[in-house]
């Protein structure tokens, strides 16, 4: 039923608009991220869902409830804080419970519903224990059930894993995930971590200065960016610049610096307007030596990095731009430094964009 | 020419001096030897100056009680007034906690520019010295010139009722100032999480809130019955009657030693033990979480609800402790047109006496802020940082002793100490050393808390980064509590400006302002009304100025 629907949502501090006419619609038991990174409105964005402040213009629906002036403890929502908030003067039980006791449920049903919220978050130990006492994935399931326990059918986590190491956090995700999953919850989660938003969202939305600007899912996002900064944001991206020398309907030919020429799948530019040429480091496939491939660009290995499961090259190519290119290390004949090697990719499988009137540096900026 | 560059050179010369004391100081800093030597001479200071003089000063006149044993009508007597201390001290913070609490809310959350001139209000009856608050409520509450014109008969005489309203009004800055530091400190997100899972404001005030700052009301509570227990020159002006330990203590000084020795000892010890006590329990006591009352509470978060807290909050501000603390001035403004007003400039007595003990009250002050400072200082980082192992945690509650002891019983102690110890003491040293000892441990309280809260990971960069630890206390620890220290000051400086009892029992030749006006009241010198109100009015005029002139110098700079 919790479905969140937000429309034209704006809120300024200051001079400073930390959420810029923001249209949302957050579907009912969806498992909804939204990714941008720091400063970009994204924590103001689920405060005002929540309660916490209110919206300068817009509306906030939750269901069919129009919730602008609706105080946070009337919203029915679960909200998870970046440093938990577990109130420090109570132990983990009297934190998970305080929802029910102060929502005046009696005593039995309270410890009731603490038991199956610890249940689902498998902590059963130390409930005695202060939240000081505790390490940090610990607390993190005690704020996640204490969330849970409250009742609610909208859960709401602000960078609920931005606190915890890596090991922790990687296991924890898929946690949350399943137990939003299990309870038919309808989860809106705040992260600048593409990864972690891209293994666990059934949706995304990415932030930019208080402005939504692509919504989709994470293959959506992945295999067809609308913008610069979706494409560098969300797995990134090698930028080539250029502009278009030949346009056809489908096809353009786009000329790189130093009269390099590549073949691209035109989206509506015109012969002779700047353009970029978005390639993901894993499409290129590296080949010692020179050969004749379509979009083939020669170059020499400048660096190689092993990361296990990837090697990461950097190429000088002919014209001096720097690209970067990961291919599997296992499945795949290695390069040294120095090597000459060719490079090539499927028109296919790059994206095409018009150059950014802002500039690239600004577009691709994550301050 | 020649002259201003023979003074520049004269300039530079001196700031090369200081650069070169200060990177001596850094380097002597690193020697333990040294570091230990600043931390112990501060403790000896301690122990000599402060703690031990008013505590050997009773004792050493232990041979008194028996006498005192033997008169059995005298003891019960005691016993009376001890009891009166305790009861009116425990009702009186508690009520003054419970009314402050509102009102440091009030302060801390609004976001309202008219705020700072309440919180600068709310300062008030703590730069009125107390004998003349005293003066200003028995004006207010029972002569004809207050409040009791409107009903035609005394509204309150002179007793238990007059004595609570006064410890009401004298401790209510107090515990205001120390809750509201307690509420900006602390993380607002607390809150925010205890709204999202379906607690009301009010809710979530009673069980997030004030369940974190506890330890703020416990040390507020301890604060406002520590003043109680020991507040003597105001409550003998409003008593009446009414005996409490220190008027005891005031009545029998002259004619029975043993007294106040016993009723001393009796209040010091009754007070460690009830501090012990609250402090005990309040760490184990929980607010009630259990019941919550979701409806009335909910009706309790109602901004009609606040609305109404808000304003009877204000009324008793307003109608209990700013107007009767500020009623004894107010013939000042009467005076302004008239002789008394330009009498009261010139040199003539009793005016001649006034000002000068106005100025020596002012330097009196001044000189005892720096002592604190420089003695305080070294003090409070050994209590905040446990430099001295488990000696710092026995220091932590010795600091708070010499303010449990009735300030004339302090007086009177430090001078037994002082006279047999060094026969020829000069009065203005004992005056010093009385005001040094009441004032201590709010400075080194202030500040303590202060350094607490700067995280020992800046000092330990600031280490590995290469400053040695004199170093470290000049750019880190400094910078960040040094507004902490402007406000320790503050309290010292109106404390001492303002105290009477003490003073009243150790000298006998030097007047301050407060005892010149206490003599003033008490018709030991002919002045009108008029004259006293202008008395009052000077006083507090200059006080407020000096105080608001520190405020913005402290809330200029901004906060940390």
């Known amino acids: 039923m919790p479905d969140v629907r937000l429309v034209n949502v704006t809120k300024r501090f200051g001079k400073i608009v930390a ?153 924890l995700r898929y946690e949350i995930r399943r137990m939003v999953k299990d309870l038919e919850l309808t989860a809106i989660h705040v992260t600048h971590d593409q990864s972690e938003a891209m293994a666990i969202s059934d949706r995304i939305a990415v932030m930019k200065k208080g402005k939504v600007l692509q919504v989709g899912t994470p293959q959506e996002l992945y295999m067809n960016p609308k913008t610069i900064f979706v494409a560098h944001f969300i797995g990134g991206a090698n930028f080539l610049e250029g502009f278009v020398a030949e346009a056809a309907d489908e096809k353009a030919v786009i000329e790189l610096r130093g009269g390099l020429r590549v073949q691209a799948v035109n989206k509506g530019l015109n012969r002779g307007e700047r353009a970029v040429l978005a390639v993901r480091p894993e499409v290129f496939t590296i080949r010692g030596g020179k050969s004749q491939n379509t979009n083939a660009l020669q170059g020499v290995i400048e660096r190689v990095a092993f990361e296990g499961t990837n090697l990461r090259y950097e190429v000088r190519l002919e014209n001096q731009d720097l690209i970067v290119i990961v291919a599997p290390s296992l499945s795949h004949e290695w390069h040294r430094v120095g090597e000459r090697v060719t490079v090539s990719f499927e028109p296919e499988s790059a994206h095409l964009f018009a150059y950014p009137e802002a500039g690239m540096r600004e577009e691709t900026s994550v301050e | 020419m020649e002259k201003k560059h023979v003074q520049l050179s004269i300039r530079s010369g001196l700031v090369g001096l200081l650069k070169k004391l200060v990177e001596k100081l850094d380097k002597l800093s690193s020697k333990s030897a040294i570091k230990y030597g600043v931390y112990l001479t501060a403790v000896a200071l301690f122990f000599t100056l402060i703690l ?125 100032r120390v809750i509201v530091g307690a509420l900006l400190d602390y993380k607002i997100e607390y809150e925010q999480a ?149 009498k009261a400039l010139s040199d003539v007595p009793p005016w001649d006496d006034y000002w000068q003990s106005l100025v020596l009250s002012y330097s009196l002050g001044a000189a005892v802020t720096v002592l604190n400072i420089l003695i305080g200082l070294p003090m409070a980082i050994i209590v905040a940082r446990k430099r001295l192992g488990n000696f710092s945690s026995l220091l932590n509650v010795l600091v708070d002793i010499p303010i449990i002891v009735p300030s004339v019983a302090l007086g009177i102690s430090l001078k037994f100490f002082w006279k047999e110890t060094i026969a020829f003491i000069p009065e203005t040293l004992l005056l010093i050393f009385a005001h040094l000892a009441i004032t201590y441990p709010y400075f080194v309280r202030s500040m303590a808390a202060a350094v607490e809260r700067i995280s020992v990971e800046l000092e330990e960069a600031s280490r590995t980064l290469g400053a040695k630890p004199f170093c470290v206390f000049r750019t880190v620890i400094f910078p960040l509590t040094k507004y902490s220290m402007f406000s320790g000051a503050i309290m010292v400086f109106t404390r001492s400006v303002s105290e009477t009892g003490a003073t009243m029992a150790v000298v006998t030749k030097l007047k301050t302002a407060p005892v010149v006006l206490v003599d003033w009241v008490k018709g030991k010198v002919a002045v009108s009304p008029l004259e006293i109100g202008l008395g009052c009015g000077f006083l507090i005029l200059i006080s407020f100025i000096i105080l608001l002139a520190l405020r913005l110098v402290v809330r200029g700079k901004g906060r940390y």
Not at chain 1, 121 to 150: I, K, N, T, Y
Not at chain 2, 127 to 154: H, M
Not at chain 2, 324 to 338: D, I, N, R, W, Y
């Open chain 2, 194 to 342: 205890a709204r999202t899972l379906g607690a009301p404001p009010f809710t979530t005030a009673r069980t997030v809130t004030l369940g974190i700052i506890k330890p703020s009301l416990i040390a507020s509570f301890i604060l406002a019955f520590a003043r109680s227990i020991s507040e003597t020159g105001a409550t003998m002006m409003v008593a009446g009657a009414f005996v409490n330990g220190p008027i005891f203590i005031q009545n029998t000084k002259e004619t029975n030693v043993g007294a106040t020795v016993f009723v001393s000892l009796i209040l010091i010890v009754f007070s460690c033990l009830i501090f012990a006590t609250v402090r005990y329990v309040g760490s184990r006591f929980k607010m009630p979480v259990k019941g919550a009352w979701p409806s009335l509470e909910r009706k309790l978060s109602y901004s009609s609800a606040t609305l109404f807290r808000n304003s009877v909050t204000l009324s008793i501000f307003l109608a209990i402790v700013l107007v009767p603390s500020l009623f004894a001035a107010l013939p000042a403004f009467e005076a302004l047109p008239t002789d008394a007003f330009r």
């Open chain 2, 52 to 176: 031990i003089p008013p505590l050997l000063g009773i004792l050493i006149k232990w041979g008194t009680l028996l006498d005192f044993f033997g008169d059995s009508e005298l003891l019960s007597r005691a016993m009376d007034a001890v009891r009166n201390s305790f009861v009116v001290a425990i009702v009186v913070s508690a009520l003054d906690v419970t009314a402050g609490v509102p009102m440091a809310w009030l302060i801390a959350r609004s976001r309202s520019a008219w705020i700072n001139v309440l919180d600068a209000l709310a300062d008030v009856p703590f730069i009125v010295p107390t004998a003349v608050l005293g003066y200003s409520l028995l004006l207010f509450w029972y002569r004809p010139e207050g409040i009791s014109a409107l009903f035609g008969s005394p509204l309150i005489s002179p007793g238990w009722l007059l004595v609570a309203l006064l410890h009401f009004a004298f401790s209510y800055p107090v515990v205001v």
């Open chain 1, 19 to 171: 959420v810029d006419k923001v249209n949302l619609h957050i579907k009912d038991k969806e498992y909804f991220s939204i990714l941008g990174p720091s400063g970009c409105g994204k924590t103001t964005l689920l405060r005002l869902i929540a309660g916490l402040i209110k919206p300068d213009e817009g509306e906030i629906y939750i269901g069919d409830r129009l919730v602008n002036d609706v105080p946070p403890e009337d919203r029915d929502i679960g909200f998870v804080f970046q440093t938990f908030a577990l109130f420090p003067h109570m132990n983990a039980w009297e934190n998970v419970i305080y929802g029910p006791r102060v929502k005046g449920f009696d005593m039995r049903k309270a410890e009731r519903i603490g038991h199956e919220v610890l249940e689902m978050v498998r902590l059963h130990e130390r409930l005695d224990a202060f939240p000081h006492e505790l390490s940090g994935g610990m607390m993190q399931r005690v704020a996640v059930a204490r969330a849970l326990a409250a009742g609610a059918k909208l859960l709401l986590l602000d960078e609920p894993l931005g606190h915890l190491d890596a090991k922790v956090r990687n296991e």
